[in-house]
């Protein structure tokens, strides 16, 4: 047997924000169970380093949103960038793995691939390209091998738009739907005290651009349908900046970080109000009404305007491919109407049965029933290994899914 069969495979992750961190952990130990001798190098978080393995730089470094945020963080994100791409040729890893995020992501594959072209380069996580800016599917074949795609409608997308090989593997959400949704069935969030959801985002910026409208219409929600319970989950990086902002709000809310709490929340909610993104498909998945709005400045909705051409911004209406969840962005975002779209969903209305209706389909447009998604990308991952052990593959519980 030669060195190349014989010697440890090693896949270089690549990280911009803490949902690639989870991925990237996720697939990590996916890889593990079916080729426990594969060295993992990184630019993660907290997530990876549970794993074993430790990060570059620190992630948070590139936890930025927003245009003028981006530009006065340029030099140093274009550093991080340079100095990451320049520690992937160096180690000459078997395999890089770059995990969305990809203002930063995609500039690190392009330098690595003008250096050393005989690594393979997966994306995981397919880039909004469906959304806006189509032409960089195309571009995108220069640079990526193959695209893991966590959205079932994405593999057509690409390939319409000439885009690289794409595998629909299914969403992270998809391994904790159990957690999410309560034993008894929808039905029973309409029983005992109401409890309101509400998420105002992952980022400060998002928080707050958002705390202090969704706080102004939680005081006209209880004005209008009485006393309800309002539970704010976060992650533990963002506790300080969350409880200051709902330290100012009109009714008290809990402030959770635990992903235990996060979870019974999630099962006993009865509706929630939401900040546009993930969040909307993760509590589609749950089963839980909700109103999601968003804000931006001036000059971003006057970009995303002219880039944006899909019919709606909420996730979880592009994936049931029709607009069920209500959306308020910019001037509608305010406490009036978001109040106004509330208040049916905290008791049994046709308004709240047809979100529930609605979101029941997703089991089946998600293929909720056919494997971790972490399992399904591993697959296409080692598959894609140089010399990859036959014994290794039929390891993997099974390849990625059409859609």
């Not at 380093?49 to 470094?61: D, I, M, N, Q, R």
């Not at 032409?135 to 997308?157: I, N, T």
């Not at 309560?182 to 958002?210: H, K, Q, W």
Request: aromatic residues 6%; positive net charge; charged residues 20%.
């Amino acid at each position: 047997m030669s060195d190349a069969a014989t010697r440890k495979p090693r896949i270089y992750l690549v990280a911009g924000e803490e949902s690639g961190d989870r991925l990237g952990a996720a697939l990590i130990r996916a890889l593990r169970r079916a080729r426990p001798d594969i060295e993992f190098l990184a630019v993660g978080g907290s997530h990876m380093a549970t794993e074993g393995v430790a990060s570059l730089f620190p992630l948070g470094e590139l936890a930025i949103i927003g245009f003028a945020a981006i530009v006065r963080s340029l030099p140093s994100i274009l550093g991080r960038i340079t100095q990451t791409a320049e520690a992937v040729v160096a180690a000459k890893p078997d395999l890089l793995v770059i995990i969305d995020s990809p203002e930063f992501t995609h500039r690190v594959a392009r330098k690595v691939r003008a250096r050393a072209p005989e690594i393979p380069i997966v994306d995981y996580v397919c880039p909004s390209v469906w959304a806006w800016r189509p032409g960089r599917a195309k571009a995108m074949r220069a640079y990526v091998d193959r695209v893991l795609a966590l959205l079932p409608f994405e593999p057509e997308a690409m390939a319409r738009l000439g885009g690289p090989p794409t595998d629909f593997v299914g969403h992270p959400l998809a391994e904790q739907v159990t957690e999410l949704r309560p034993e008894n069935g929808p039905d029973s969030r309409l029983t005992g005290p109401p409890m309101l959801l509400v998420m105002p985002g992952s980022r400060s910026g998002e928080i707050r651009r958002l705390a202090a409208v969704f706080g102004a219409a939680l005081g006209r929600l209880a004005a209008m349908v009485g006393p309800f319970d309002v539970v704010v989950p976060t992650v533990p990086r963002l506790e300080t900046v969350v409880r200051g902002a709902v330290a100012h709000w009109p009714v008290p809310a809990r402030v959770i970080t635990d992903v235990a709490g996060k979870y019974a929340a999630f099962r006993r909610a009865r509706a929630a109000l939401t900040k546009s993104g993930t969040s909307t498909l993760e509590l589609a998945l749950a089963g839980v009404p909700m109103v999601a709005a968003y804000k931006v400045s001036r000059l971003e909705e006057w970009v995303a305007r002219a880039l944006i051409k899909v019919p709606s911004v909420i996730l979880a209406n592009l994936v049931l491919g029709q607009n069920i969840v209500p959306e308020y962005l910019q001037g509608d975002c305010n406490a009036e109407r978001l109040a106004a779209a509330l208040a049916p969903l905290l008791s049994d209305t046709p308004e709240r049965q047809r979100q529930v209706e609605a979101f029941a389909a997703l089991d089946r447009i998600m293929a909720l029933c056919e494997g971790a998604p972490s399992d399904h990308a591993a697959a296409v991952v080692l598959a894609l290994l140089p010399e990859f052990n036959l014994e290794a593959r039929e390891n993997v519980a099974s390849g990625p899914r059409t859609a």
